[in-house]
């Protein structure tokens, strides 16, 4: 009986331990972390507090969000230096640079030199290999204005002038992303490749339409570049018409922010400008179309370089929010240049988000609409259920939210038969203002289960190891223990 019953827990166990095998346990991790840790620590800590599998380095980013130690203003977690590092962070490609790759670009120089000569993959990837953990280089669409040659990769405002975003249908720029995979892919031992963009068009960019959209300004919208005018045309989109059509935006919106109703409403007089400029529109989903062409010509690249190299995508927390944005993640469409999907569903930081969004949206094409009733709609249409507009940034959003989410996305890539595994990004401690919600290791817990009872492939917690909290990260880990 002892026996038998001993066979029974040890199967039960390789059971279990070949489920959680199976699903991807991945974490974010900027070089920072490994610098000021010691790369067997940080490595030993993500095992033991989350079963971590796989590392997501932020390779390359001149953005706060992913690199670097904590955002200054927000508290230092318990581990790594007790200092900010405002003074050096600069940011950049945290890897060596193999000019090879880089020859049909104006990029050429664009080295992290915050460490040096270091470079993350060379002082991580053995002791991730020697422990059977995977690693993915996480790269994003965040530049600095003053990296050299990037004034002839920038979009143009509808002003004609620079913006700060580079453009998909610039060469310079294709080219360069493209570089950059080639690079990661023939120089590295690596396991795949992910990269996000957490922008989108003109139209839902003139609007506000995400949170912090309050603080754009609908004239600086994007883009009206060379390039972008060119493929309009062949598109058979008038780009003068496009540039009245968002001029006249432009004045709607400041209107809104200035508390002017129109004559007719909102709602109304934006579909009458809509109806008169379907240009604006069609700007928008020509943006996207370009980010969509993008993400395939990397897809692309990875597979001719080395075929069995996954490559994927971060897709913005804005697909909770706003439903133009949310159309325009079409999973069906975007399954067939995906290995994977990092699907954002920050629950924590959701509530403070989702209000912003709201606060944004109220003001412009849902100006008639009081803030309860427009999150109530908002609940409706985008399929959740979650607390009064009042208390959402205090409370943040639920584990029922990752659930629906991620239940929503699992249904969506089923029924498009797509091979493409779905990885909730999970939200530990993303920085959120001092009097809103704080994650805490029972949230994050229950975060993580939801994601998987939903059926999803794998979580990536999220955003960075050097500001999460070890509590919290081991409250994953208790969610991830259980599978
Ligand atoms: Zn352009």
């Known amino acids: 009986m002892l026996r038998r019953s001993f066979l029974q827990t040890t199967l039960a ?45 932020a390779t390359f980013t001149y953005g706060r969000g992913i690199a670097g130690r904590q955002v200054p203003g927000q508290p230092l977690p318990d581990h790594g230096k007790q200092e900010y590092d405002t003074a050096t962070f600069h940011g950049g490609n945290f890897t060596r640079v193999n000019p090879r790759y880089f020859q049909n670009t104006a990029l050429q120089n664009f080295r992290a030199p915050d460490f040096g000569d270091y470079d993350v993959l060379e002082a991580v990837l053995p002791s991730a290999r ?19 040659g990037i004034r002839k990769l920038q979009e143009k405002e509808l002003s004609g002038r620079n913006a700060t975003t580079l453009c998909f249908n610039n060469p310079d720029y294709r080219n360069w992303l493209l570089g950059m995979v080639e690079n990661y892919a023939r120089s590295y031992e690596i396991d795949g490749i992910m ?49 009245a059509g968002f001029k006249e935006l432009a004045a709607f919106v400041h209107d809104g922010r200035a508390h002017k109703r129109p004559v ?34 990397m897809h692309r690249k990875v597979k001719e370089v080395k075929p069995s190299l996954g490559i994927g995508w971060h897709i913005w927390h804005n697909n909770s929010f706003n439903p133009i944005y949310r159309a325009e993640q079409d999973l069906a469409e975007l399954a067939k240049y995906s290995d994977f999907l990092k699907m954002v569903m920050y629950h924590n930081c959701g509530g403070e988000r989702m209000a912003g969004y709201i606060k944004s949206v109220g003001q412009t094409i849902y100006g008639d609409v009081p803030g309860q009733e427009l999150l109530d709609f908002h609940y409706r249409v985008l399929d959740y259920q979650e607390k009064r507009l009042d208390e959402i940034p205090r409370t943040g959003l639920s584990a029922d939210y990752v659930y629906r989410e991620a239940k ?3 249904t969506a890539l089923d029924a498009a038969h797509a091979k493409t595994q779905l990885w909730p990004g ?10 809103s919600s704080k994650s805490s290791p029972d949230g994050t817990r229950r975060a993580v289960e939801a994601a998987f009872r939903a059926g999803a492939d794998g979580v990536l917690l999220s955003r960075k190891y050097s500001e999460m909290k070890l509590a919290n990260l081991r409250g994953a880990g208790e969610a991830i223990r259980e599978l």
């Open 195 to 243: 990269w996000g963009s957490e922008r989108q068009g003109a139209f839902s960019n003139a609007l506000g339409a995400s949170h912090g959209g309050a603080s754009r300004d609908p004239e600086r919208v994007t883009c009206f570049c060379e390039f972008c005018e060119r493929k309009a045309r062949e598109r058979g989109i008038n780009p003068e018409r496009a540039r």
């Open 264 to 297: 007719d409403g909102y709602y109304v007089t934006l579909w009458r400008l809509m109806l008169r400029y379907p240009e604006l529109l069609a700007w928008e989903m020509l943006w996207t179309d370009s980010l969509r062409e993008t993400y395939a010509a």
């Open 130 to 148: 020697k422990r059977g953990m995977k690693t993915i280089c996480w790269f994003e669409d965040v530049f600095r204005e003053d990296v050299p």
């Open 13 to 57: 166990g390789a059971l279990a331990a070949a489920a959680r095998d199976k699903k991807m346990i991945g974490i974010q991790v900027g070089a920072v972390s490994f610098v000021d840790e010691g790369v067997e620590k940080v490595l030993d800590v993500f095992q033991q507090s989350a079963s971590i599998s796989t590392l997501f380095i």
């Open 408 to 410: 929503r996305a699992r």
């Open 426 to 435: 999970i939200d530990i401690d993303i920085p959120t203002s001092a009097e």
